[in-house]
């Protein structure tokens, strides 16, 4: 585990890196971003080291250096907080920065991220879709709403329901609230987002336990309506983790490896 001191939250902020085999310093090679989900940490990125390992092997991925950050669910969920912690500053620019300096130089980059992790992805790349060869989302924590009085109630159990205050800055703040949803990024970054070619997987079980399928589908019908073209996979049957969760994963991360291969 590596630790590096981040202005953008002032403290320190471990990760955890995965360096190619015989990988030498200043070779050029892609970065991925690989954003964890909610009560997680960047050990995460330790789970998904055979998935990563195993699609190079088949050569379906790419020499590539990957790194996920720990970020914190409550006080952070991959925000810029208003007077305080700037966690999507730190994922955007900072921690990319840091490893470009420790790791780079980089050729892309890229980002993968599952759940809370798949809403930090995808705001973070419509954000500046230009900058990235890829976003990969995996049952993203996004809803089937774009206000903070829009959203069902079933759709905000426990930590969802955090997430959803927060965007609002807790106030309820419709303002705050579009500037840090998925859908609002994409209204105002639509143009610039088609233009960039970005490839967006978006990829979510049919049978959600926290029901975050009704969000994956209400992005897909907000993507579509704005010509932003995208892949879309309802896993029919699947849910938030289970059974199909390594094929799903495997699958995401072929679709990143793809894009930067295409780099």
Known sequence: ???????AVGRDVDYQVLLPPDWERGEPLPLVLHLHGAMSSA???????????????????PRAIVACPSTPTSGGFYLDWPGGDAWQ??????FPEHLAQKFGPF????????????????????DDPARFAAVAA???????????????????????????????NGTGDAGAYAANSV???????????????????????????????????YLHGVLTELGIAHEFR?????????????VRTRDALRFVGVALTAR
């Open 234 to 246: 309802l896993v029919a049957g699947a849910g938030h983790l289970g059974p199909t969760a390594d």
């Open 183 to 217: 859908y609002g990024i994409a209204r105002r970054n639509a143009d610039r987002i088609r233009s960039s070619g970005l490839p967006i997987l978006v990829d979510c079980g049919a049978v959600d336990e926290f029901l975050l399928h009704e969000g994956a589908a």
């Open 138 to 168: 995996i049952s993203p924590a996004v809803f089937p709403g774009e206000t903070p009085d829009g959203v069902p109630q079933a759709n905000l159990p426990s930590v969802l329901g955090e997430l959803h205050q927060a965007m609002a």
């Open 43 to 61: 050990a995460s990125l330790e789970l998904a080291r055979p998935f990563y390992e195993e699609l190079f092997q088949r050569g379906e991925f």
């Open 89 to 94: 500053t730190l994922i955007a620019d900072e």
């Open 1 to 7: 585990m590596e630790v590096f001191l981040a202005k």
């Open 107 to 126: 050729t892309a980059t890229a980002l993968y991220g599952a759940s809370m992790g798949g809403y930090g992805a995808l705001k973070t790349a419509f």
